[in-house]
């Protein structure tokens, strides 16, 4: 085979001809993400994640076969922006709870949101309507996390050659469907390959999901060091005075405020530093003071949370929502896709617990008004920084509390960013 | 069966039983010896195929922003209450069923809409009511429906007309036999033709790296898959020069080596099948089409019709051939050109209808008849078609090199504020700019041109555009499929007025992102309109936004929040 050099961010790379650009960067040392490419597959070029630059012009890297003297940009500002944004793209459109999601922790989607960095989506996330397809024998596909890669429609084939998976529908209907009568066909092993070449949890195999438990999954850990990039928002203030921090749960679960306590010792040395004004750690309802800092749990669920916010915007210098249902909404947004009045009927009206006639739907003027969809923070007011988990890491919370109001320089390691 | 036969025989079950049934799909799959979803997939990619039951009369109403403006609304509503069926939905209705569709190249005469494939144009609240009542009396839907003839509006003096003149079938034929392929493509370089669909890539160089392909076969293929909104030039071609198209081809042929063809059809234009293949016949029995084509011994070549089945994006070569092979028509990888690896693997000419047209025009009249027309780079004439707030919207052979404001004047725009040129996916200018020339070196058109006057909501406009790219995106694209439905809910909150100027900014910054990143042509151009009308009607955009102020509230609208609960309350 004829070896070829070629650069890619300036640096001279050599492979052999024509081989695939993934594969050829790999080799030198650089690693292209993408969630579609496959080693020994023609190309499918969907999912776009590796678009980089030839020559100046952007094609996605795994079309892409190197030639003698290319000159290939891959890590520019611009095409890492691309590739993040891409990434949110992906998470808005779909469904992705991670907390309860089966493939959580061994998702490649989620592995490229860690590594990238994503804390919260610049876009609105869509909440499109999907449905769980569990018909099939063995395999259940999860419409609400597929992202149309097109890996499945290649790889996996029934040992007599019949797909067993493809779209149907098009533009922003399309959907990835499977054929029940050839997936009986499949294997065991078949249909688990077609879970493991999944790069989101959207292809299940019944009974086979969650073996492993938390802290052992593929991208629990991370290659050992690596560390999430770190965004600055630090509050000019040198003052030595303690600092004021105030906390709340909106439509949240309590447990980002469970982490906040997980620190143990840490407490201790933390109350040197901060005092508590309004939280439920003082049980102070009302801001008495101006604080620095406010952390946020929770999305926006009815007007009780919407005023709570923007109370907190006004009395706080910076704010800080703190885990999954802050940031975009989170399990309480798994209503979004259903109508209000649908969740209703069912938690008041056809419960297991509600009698025929009995129940009602609660409303009183003095009860907060229930919004058509839970919001996250940023949609209301201004929120200056995010921190992802579900909940996050106590550690990650802190520190990052620290950073914001001392300065105090801190890297994120990778084991302590998480978005479950 | 063969699976390229695969459209035509849904369209086989479609048009017998109204709908494709599992059965019929089982019975296919089992025939082509591929998995029933396989079938599924095509069948659902393609809007004029249906999986369940449908009414005997099946109503396509298109929804182009032209249609809109001329009162969509109304004429919906008006099916609806006629019929008393539900749009885009399957209500088991004997009679009817009603969907709307994407632009069906009638947008001089819109509201229009085809019933089993019959126009209907110019609809009113009244005629509606007229032809459901005649449909119900089963009236023939050959005698009810209206023409789908779009007027011609203009033509250059008879010297610098290239399309619109006199037609003798066979003419440029004739002169064929006097050369050599080389030749032929020599004076189709010298002529400086370009592809007429709007990419402007040179046809002697497509042509060129055909001839010179090593390729077993060489395919030829006509694209009358004219799906941009706004767009009816193709339509008028085919109904008047159906023979001027198809003797392109055949030239193409000659200077290629090809032996087969294949005209793509849309099928909203299926009421020129016929007429398209009686020319054909007729050019059998001519000797122009088969065996020993002009007596030129083994020159071969025939043509094939397929029809489409309704999607915007098989108008890409690459999707339509894609089509054509009887798959889901996504576009395939930029990586190779149809001429390297086309139908079948074939090396392929994938050419617009008016391409073959003017190839065939330019063996006729000769390089020097030609080069006398137009501006330096581009040569001849642009057929154009003309419609929104104009008194004469139709088709337009303009000469390259006609002002903006020339052509306002032919068309009569009625105080013309926003034009777009080349469809949703081309660019759109305001009136600082009509001294601007249609021509590659400044404006190069595509063929549509949409006139918006005063009274025309910017945002309407490309809210209706984006939601547009948002059904007819292939969906295989991250970019481009969830993009494009991302910018649409922008569109969305400007027009609830919640939007700052930073929205503005994202939209820029977004499409961006789109452009760099999306596989194929859709998803490159389709931020494109939005974008220049942000920079290009500032006033308007400052009006729909509010500046980014010191408060660090997010606008907010809290009616539409609480609106589904108090609905729910207040019906208890």
């Known amino acids: 085979m004829e070896r070829i050099s070629f650069t890619i961010d300036g640096r001279i790379c050599a492979s052999d001809k024509g081989l695939n650009l993934i594969e050829a960067a790999k080799q030198n040392g650089i690693f292209i993400p993408t969630l579609c490419h496959f080693k020994h597959q023609n190309p499918i070029g969907s999912c776009r994640i590796c678009t980089v630059k030839l020559n100046g012009k952007a094609i996605a890297g795994c079309t892409l076969n190197v030639q003698e003297g290319m000159n290939i940009e891959v890590n520019t500002p611009i095409l890492l922006d691309t590739r993040k944004a891409i990434l949110e793209m992906m998470f808005v459109e779909g469904n992705h709870f991670c907390p309860s999601c089966e493939k959580s922790g061994d998702c490649q989607m989620q592995n490229l949101g860690y590594e990238t960095g994503i804390r919260s989506a610049r876009f609105p996330h869509l909440f499109v309507e999907r449905f769980i397809d569990a018909k099939a024998k063995r395999i259940v596909i999860n419409k609400n996390r597929c992202i149309k890669c097109k890996r499945c429609f290649e790889e996996v084939t029934t040992n007599d050659g019949y797909k067993v998976f493809s779209f149907i529908n098009k533009g922003n209907k399309t959907i990835v469907s499977v054929d029940y009568e050839q997936e009986e066909k499949l294997t065991e092993s078949q249909a688990q390959y077609a879970m493991k070449i999944c790069p989101t949890g959207a292809i299940l195999v019944k009974g086979k999901s969650l073996s492993k438990p938390f802290g052992d999954r593929i991208f629990d850990q991370g290659i050992p060091g690596k560390t999430i990039p770190f965004l600055k928002t630090n509050k000019n203030n040198n003052s030595t005075q303690k600092k004021l921090v105030a906390t709340t749960s909106l439509a949240g679960c309590f447990g980002c405020h469970m982490s906040m306590l997980d620190i143990d010792l840490g407490l201790l040395d933390l109350i040197e530093l901060v005092e508590f004004n309004k939280s439920p750690f003082t049980d102070i309802k009302k801001f008495t003071k101006r604080c620095d800092i406010g952390i946020i749990e929770g999305g926006c669920s009815n007007t009780h949370n919407f005023e709570v916010l923007r109370a907190f915007r006004e009395n706080c210098d910076i704010l800080v929502s703190v885990g999954e249902c802050a940031i975009w909404g989170g399990l309480p947004a798994l209503r979004n896709t259903i109508s209000l009045e649908e969740c209703l009927n069912e938690a008041y009206k056809n419960s297991l617990s509600s009698e025929q006639d009995e129940t009602i739907i609660p409303n009183h003027e003095e009860i907060p008004k229930i919004f058509n969809k839970v919001y996250a923070n940023h949609e209301i007011v201004k929120i200056d920084y995010h921190i992802p988990g579900c909940p996050p890491n106590s550690n990650h919370i802190w520190n990052v509390v620290k950073n914001i109001l001392f300065e105090e320089e801190y890297a994120i390691p990778y084991p302590e960013f998480k978005y479950d | 069966m063969n699976r390229t036969n695969l ?566």
């Not at chain 2, 030239?251 to 099928?267: H, M, N, P, Q």
Request: aromatic share 12%; hydrophobic share 35%; glycine share 8%.
């Open chain 2, 7 to 572: 459209l035509n025989e849904l369209w086989e079950y479609q048009n017998k039983h109204g709908y494709i049934s599992k059965r019929a799909i089982t019975q296919i799959a089992k025939s082509l010896k591929v998995s029933i979803l396989d079938i599924e997939g095509v069948i659902s990619f393609y809007h004029f195929f249906h999986q369940k039951p449908t009414g005997k009369f099946i109503i396509y109403l298109n929804n182009s922003i032209i249609s809109e403006f001329k009162g969509f609304q109304y004429i919906k509503a008006a099916f609806e209450k006629e019929t008393g069926c539900t749009f885009n939905e399957y209500d088991e209705n004997p009679l009817f069923s009603l969907f709307e569709t994407s632009c069906i190249g009638l947008s001089d005469q819109e509201p229009a809409a085809l019933i089993n494939f019959y126009p209907f144009t110019n609809l009113t609240v009244k005629k509606v009511k007229t032809i459901i009542k005649q449909l119900k009396e089963d009236e023939k839907l050959a005698t009810i429906s209206s023409s789908f003839i779009s007027k011609i509006q203009y033509t250059p003096s008879e010297e610098k007309t290239m399309l619109f003149r006199n037609y003798i079938e066979g003419n440029s034929l004739k002169k064929i036999r006097k050369y050599s392929a080389s030749e032929i493509l020599e004076n189709i370089s010298k002529s400086g033709l370009t592809g007429r669909g709007g990419a402007f890539f040179s046809t002697a160089q497509k042509w060129k790296y055909c001839k010179e392909s090593k390729s077993d076969k060489k395919i030829i293929i006509c694209n009358a898959d004219e799906g941009e909104p706004g767009t009816f030039k193709d339509k008028a071609l085919l109904n008047n020069y159906p023979g001027l198209i198809i003797e392109g081809m055949i030239i193409s042929a000659y200077v290629t080596g090809a032996k087969e063809g294949f005209i793509y059809l849309r099928a909203e234009y299926k009421y020129l099948l016929k007429k398209l293949e009686k020319t054909l016949e007729k050019f059998v029995d001519k000797g122009f089409l088969g065996d020993h084509i002009c007596g030129i011994p083994n020159f071969n070549f025939y043509i094939k019709i397929q029809l489409g089945a309704g999607a915007y994006i098989c108008g890409e070569e690459k999707a339509l051939i894609e089509s054509l092979e009887g798959k889901r028509g996504e576009p395939r990888l930029q990586k190779y050109f149809p001429t390297q690896n086309g139908y079948l693997g074939y090396s392929t000419i994938v050419n617009n209808v008016e391409t073959f047209a003017k190839a065939s025009r330019v063996i006729e009249l000769g390089t020097t008849y030609i080069s006398k027309i137009g501006t330096q780079k581009s040569k001849g004439t642009k057929l154009l078609s003309i419609s929104g707030d104009v008194a004469k919207p139709g088709i337009y052979e303009i000469e390259w090199g006609t002002t903006i404001r020339e052509l306002l004047k032919l068309c009569e725009a009625l105080s013309p504020y926003y034009i777009q040129i080349s469809g949703p996916s081309g660019e759109c200018i305001n009136s600082t700019e009509f001294d601007r020339k249609i021509c590659e070196e400044d404006i190069a058109c595509g063929g549509s041109i949409m006139i918006f006057n005063r009274s025309r909501d910017i945002l309407q406009i490309q809210k209706n555009f984006m939601n547009f790219f948002k059904i007819e995106s292939c969906g295989v694209c991250t970019p481009c499929r969830a993009g494009n439905q991302i910018l649409y809910e922008k569109i969305k909150k400007i027009e609830r007025g919640l939007s700052t100027e930073k929205d503005l900014e994202e939209i820029k910054q977004w499409a961006n992102i789109i452009k760099l990143s999306s596989r194929c042509g859709l998803g490159k151009t389709s931020p494109n309109s939005l974008v220049m009308a942000i920079d290009k009607f500032k006033d308007y955009f400052n009006l729909k936004t509010s500046p980014i102020t010191e408060n660090q509230y997010v606008e907010f609208d809290m009616e539409n929040a609480i609106q589904e609960y108090d609905d729910v309350i207040n019906n208890l």
